[in-house]
Structure formats: structure tokens, C-alpha cells
T-cell receptor, first 111, second 111 residues
Framework: KAGVTQTPRYLIKTRGQQVTLSCSPI?????VSWYQQTPGQGLQFLFE???????NKGNFPGRFSGRQFSNSRSEMNVSTLELGDSALYLC??????????FGEGSRLTVL | GQQLNQSPQSMFIQEGEDVSMNCTSS?????WLWYKQDPGEGPVLLIA?????ELTSNGRLTAQFGITRKDSFLNISASIPSDVGIYFC???????????FGAGTTVTVRA
């Protein structure tokens, strides 16, 4: 069974640009969550989608947005990038509450 | 939100030693999860605990769900070099898929 796939794995952007990250969940998993991981803040919840609807949202500014498609694939977008947005962005899919299966992440560097 | 306090923050251990780390919370959890993250990878679920007092093993790993439902510990027996990584405790809020994560315990094994 294929795991959670995230693309791209690495990317470099400059301040003010925007970025879109993609996530393909494990087949059959309808819940997709996004987390930001930084050395200083650890793993911070961004949002969770289920059946194309955002069910939960973390405490991030409106520059961070996401969506889920009918095939459960999800994208997240960060607009007007800031230096502090440099992080590992992790996507996770789930079949039941709590047991998240993570992808390898997309490492974003903002210059 | 719910905060998980994980300790120790880091540890250096000799190969063959047993390792113990724990996680506490001021709130009750119905599920405790332990994840391991290798460098450059996403977290991988090691053990899931669903019942207070439950003791569960996965190879050399043993985890327990505290009786008070406010704590959990993870033991690694006879550590080997591939045990290097960051171990996270996590728990879902009562009725949704959002996970709260501890800050992580970084384990380094000396050969």
C-alpha cells in the first residue's frame, strides 16, 4: 500500500512569493492534515480536511490556506511568504481519529 | 489548547542501554500515540494506546497509558544505533483528528 506522498520535497522561494504544496494520502484515507515543523516551535497543526471540507484549523494567519479535492488529494498554499515560513511542512492522512500517517514532508526555505 | 510536556528533551545513551521518556498533560487524553522521526523524514507511528493502564509492546519498544489518563511513557530496551531520532508523544483532542504533540525527545546512541 503506497504511503502518503508529498511534492515537492524541497523548494526555495523568496519573500513575498507564494507557494503551493501537494499531498496524496494513503488510498482510502479521507482525512488529510497539515502540520508545520520548525526547530523552535515543534509540530504545529495547520488544518485538517475531510471530504473536501475544512474541519479543523490551527492558529495560523490567513496567508496559509488549503483545500482538498474529491479524490482526497490536498494542497496547501502560503501567500506573501515571510522568512519565518521556512519550515518542514508535513501532510498526514488518517482513517481513524488520532492515528496519523505522515509523508516525508516538503522543506521550504524562504530567502 | 492542550499542552503535552515531554521529557527529557534529549539524551545520549550507550548502545545496549534501556531508554525511558515520558509525556504529561494537564488534560485527560483518551488516546496516546508515540511517533519517531528520523532525519529528513516524516514522523512514523510506533505505538498507539487506547485504554488507561494499557501496556503495549512493539519489538523493543514498550509504552504505557497512565492510569490518570494524563501521562504516558515509552521505553526502548537494548538500544541500537538505528534508535537515533526524535521521539514524539501525541494525543488527539477528544472528538477530532487534530493532534497535540510534545516537543520531542532527541535520542543519540553512542556505539
Amino acid at each position: 500500500k503506497a504511503g502518503v506522498t508529498q511534492t515537492p520535497r524541497y523548494l526555495i522561494k523568496t519573500r513575498g512569493q507564494q507557494v503551493t504544496l501537494s499531498c496524496s494520502p494513503i488510498s482510502g484515507h479521507r482525512s488529510v492534515s497539515w502540520y508545520q515543523q520548525t526547530p523552535g516551535q515543534g509540530l504545529q497543526f495547520l488544518f485538517e480536511y475531510f471530504s473536501e471540507t475544512q474541519r479543523n484549523k490551527g492558529n495560523f494567519p490567513g496567508r496559509f490556506s488549503g483545500r482538498q479535492f474529491s479524490n482526497s488529494r490536498s494542497e496547501m498554499n502560503v501567500s506573501t511568504l515571510e522568512l519565518g515560513d521556512s519550515a518542514l511542512y508535513l501532510c498526514a492522512s488518517s482513517l481513524s481519529i488520532g492515528e496519523l500517517f505522515f509523508g516525508e514532508g516538503s522543506r521550504l526555505t524562504v530567502l | 489548547g492542550q499542552q503535552l510536556n515531554q521529557s527529557p528533551q534529549s539524551m545520549f545513551i550507550q548502545e545496549g542501554e534501556d531508554v525511558s521518556m515520558n509525556c504529561t498533560s494537564s488534560s485527560i487524553f483518551n488516546t496516546w500515540l508515540w511517533y519517531k522521526q528520523d532525519p529528513g523524514e516524516g514522523p512514523v507511528l510506533l505505538i498507539a494506546l487506547y485504554k488507561a493502564g494499557e501496556l503495549t509492546s512493539n519489538g523493543r519498544l514498550t509504552a504505557q497509558f497512565g492510569i490518570t489518563r494524563k501521562d504516558s511513557f515509552l521505553n526502548i530496551s537494548a538500544s541500537i544505533p538505528s534508535d537515533v531520532g526524535i521521539y514524539f508523544c501525541a494525543g488527539p483532542r477528544s472528538n477530532d483528528y487534530k493532534l497535540s504533540f510534545g516537543a520531542g525527545t532527541t535520542v543519540t546512541v553512542r556505539a
